[in-house]
């Protein structure tokens, strides 16, 4: 039988895990408002909801947060450079494909 110190705990953790999974969700959101502008200039034409998408999936916690943030202070050429980089890195590039391949090029 479990103990109320220990129910209370398990409760502490949760709460915690729940937090932290609402705290990454909201700055997901709020970097995609941020990148999804940047990917209509860079990407004109393309599937930049998809290659929106695929620069989140492949930005590391610390970009997410950042490009997050940029969504309250305003984008600058340090945001653009960030969601460049992520763009430009392997994982993120073969998402762009298989998002063109999905679209139908």
Do not use: H
Request: glycine content about 8%.
């Amino acid at each position: 039988m479990l103990r109320v110190p220990t129910i209370c705990a398990m409760m502490f953790s949760l709460t915690g895990c729940i937090t932290d999974g609402v705290v990454q969700d909201t700055s997901r959101e709020a970097a995609k408002r941020v990148v999804t502008p940047i990917m209509i200039d860079k990407f004109p034409g393309r599937n930049t909801e998809a290659y929106s998408n695929c620069v989140i999936d492949n930005a590391t916690t610390d970009e997410i947060f950042s490009l997050a943030k940029a969504a309250v202070t305003g984008v600058d050429q340090d945001t653009v450079n960030t969601v460049v980089g992520i763009s430009t890195r392997g994982d993120t590039l073969k998402c762009f494909v298989r998002a063109e391949i999905g679209a139908g090029m």
